[in-house]
């Protein structure tokens, strides 16, 4: 059973404060880790991602660190923000299957 | 350009009864996805159609769930004879590509909240 495993379920973190999500995965044959952001009522949309050959992705406050031998991915959000409050998904893909595994999902709540 | 569409953005309906569930892509989108989302839960695969090819259905909990694609465009997502666990947002997604990868990403609709009663 491919897997991807996320945490925390939920976070809550202080407006400025530096949010930080993980999610391991089981198979090596993932080759593209999407970061999806949902907010109430909205499908995911894509925020951030990550080829396997590259160690770390950087777009504005949000960073992609990417640990290939531990099989582990994290997103690091900068100076967080309350318009961050979102639920965030982890995602992997195997190869050529197109079809996104997702983690279970991480509510971030920012306080002003 | 229009994103996804999906519609209705609700459904209730009563156990036993059938639903359908429709999504328009993004124009020339080649993929297109279905997801399912359970309260508080992750994002669970359904069923995936790659341009004219046969659908990857592996993802359909029961032989109640059925989807099509007509002319490469619009899909339907059909539930016949729904159960209460059957309630959930049920989202779709398309892809400018045969597969979603890191050059043709997934995009997807709001979604279809369906309440069984």
């Known amino acids: 059973q491919q897997q991807v495993k996320q945490s925390p379920q939920s976070l809550i973190v202080q407006k400025g404060g530096i949010s930080i999500i993980n999610c391991a995965y089981e198979?090596?044959?993932?080759?593209?880790f999407p970061w999806y952001q949902q907010f109430p009522g909205k499908g995911p949309a894509l925020l951030i991602a990550?080829?396997?050959?590259?160690s770390e992705k950087k777009e504005g406050r949000f960073t992609i660190s990417f640990n290939k031998s531990a099989k582990q991915f994290s997103l690091h959000i900068m100076d967080s923000q309350p318009g961050d409050s979102a639920t965030y998904f982890c995602?992997?893909?195997?190869?050529?299957?197109?079809?996104?595994?997702f983690g279970q999902g991480t509510t971030l709540q920012v306080k002003p | 350009g229009a994103g996804v569409s999906q519609s209705p953005s609700n459904k209730v309906t009563e156990k036993g009864k059938d639903v359908e569930l429709r999504c328009d892509p993004i124009s020339g989108h080649t993929a297109l996805y279905w997801y399912r989302q359970s309260l508080g839960q992750g994002l669970e695969f359904l069923i995936y159609?790659?341009?004219?090819?046969?659908?990857?259905k592996s993802g359909l909990p029961s032989d109640r769930f059925s989807a099509e694609r007509t002319g490469g465009s619009v899909s339907t997502l059909t539930i016949q004879r729904t159960q209460q666990e059957d309630s959930a947002v049920y989202l779709c997604?398309?892809?400018?590509?045969?597969?979603?990868?890191?050059?043709?990403?997934?995009?997807f609709g709001n979604g279809t909240r369906l309440t069984v009663t």
């Open positions: 159609f790659q341009g004219n090819s046969a659908p990857d």
């Open positions: 995602a992997a893909i195997p190869g050529n299957t197109g079809k996104l595994i």
């Open positions: 198979n090596t044959a993932f080759d593209y």
């Open positions: 990550i080829r396997p050959d590259v």
């Open positions: 997604a398309s892809s400018s590509a045969w597969v979603a990868s890191y050059n043709s990403p997934l995009h």
